[in-house]
Structures are given as C-alpha cells and as structure tokens.
C-alpha cells in the first residue's frame, strides 16, 4: 500500500504543478480580450484569432485544473447532505463512485477524444473563420485534460482505500466541506428547533 501512496502523492504533485500553471492563463485571457475589446472600441478593428485565443485560454484552464480541483475537493457536490453521514461512509461513496463512475467516465472520453484530436491533427484542421488559428490544440486540450482527471481519480482511490485500512489519516474534506458541515449542522438544530424531524418521523 506505501508504493501505491507514493504514486498517489506523485500523482498529486504533477496535478497540483500543472493546475497552479494553467490557473494564470485566466489572466493572460483577461489580458486578451481586455485588449481586443479596446482596439475594436478605438481603432474599430478586431481579430478572430484573438477571440479564438480567448476560447481556447478557457478551454486550457477548464480541462487542465479539473484535476487539481478533484484534488481540492472543490467539484461541486451535494455538501449539506454529504456531510450528514459518517466519514466511514462518505469514505464509501467516493470509493463507489470513483470506481463506478469517475474511472470509467474518464476512459470513455479517452475512448472517443483520442481520434476526436488525432485527425484534426492528421489534417492539420483550421479554424473556419477567416484569420482563426489551428482547431487541433484545443482538441488535445480535451485528451490531456482527462488523462489528468483518470490519473487523480486512481490517486484519490488508493488515498480512500488507504484511509479505510487505517494507513492514511482521513482528510476527507477541504475546499468548502467544513463550511457545508457548519450549514448541515445548523440546517439541522433548525429543523430540530422547530420539531421538523419529529413531524417528519411521524
């Protein structure tokens, strides 16, 4: 289990790099289309390679920094009901639904991104628009950015099992987690305050 956790941590190291990199390319988009809004309000001239630019910019932190988010735990969940159960069992949910649905999700778009990129590539495919740029980075975007997302999933994973077996302290959390546990347990001492539970009980 220790060498599983130790790809596991190297795994999150890369995704951690990688997401803190592609995070200031939202400045360099700001910076672009700042610009571009400037010039076409000034000089009444404007690019498609620039709004282009732009799309693909979003596109890069979108699918770069799932992964690191996954890592941070900050995808959007169901936090007021998640955290009304045990860690033993929100443990569980995220073994289940790492296994069940993250792993085999990401393969599935592996599966049909892979030649979704390849051809564009193969062909050397451009953008439609007269003085747009080349599709087929952005189309690599969508491999590179699940072949992250597999990788952090198993990382997670084995982070669970671990934790399940007592060789890792459980963690779970981060991100906005404990303050969605503040608002399940006052949500809760409300409902309790205005004998809600025991009007649903019976």
């Not at 956790?5 to 672009?32: E, F, M, P, Q």
Request: a neutral charge; aromatic letters at 10%.
């Amino acid at each position: 289990m220790q060498g599983l956790l130790s790809i596991s941590r190297v795994i999150d190291a890369v995704n951690t790099y990688i997401g803190k990199a592609a995070s200031w390319l939202i400045l360099v988009a700001v910076v672009i289309s700042a610009g571009n809004a400037i010039i076409r309000k000034v000089f009444s001239s404007s690019s498609n390679a620039w709004l282009e630019a732009q799309w693909y910019l979003f596109g890069a932190v979108f699918m770069l920094c799932a992964a690191w988010t996954l890592l941070s735990n900050e995808h959007i969940r169901i936090d007021v009901v998640n955290s009304l159960f045990p860690k033993r069992v929100r443990n569980w949910i995220d073994i289940v639904g790492h296994t069940l649905f993250l792993l085999p999700f990401c393969i599935l778009l592996l599966y049909d991104s892979w030649p979704f990129f390849l051809k564009s590539y193969l062909q050397n495919e451009q953008s439609m628009n007269a003085g747009g740029l080349v599709v087929w980075p952005a189309k690599f975007l969508v491999v590179a950015g699940f072949v992250l997302l597999l990788f952090q999933g198993i990382s997670e994973l084995i982070k669970r099992i671990a934790i399940m077996r007592g060789e890792l302290e459980d963690v779970h959390g981060g991100g906005h987690h404990e303050m969605a546990e503040a608002e399940a347990a006052r949500l809760l001492e409300v409902a309790k305050a205005q004998g809600l539970l025991d009007a649903a009980k019976k």
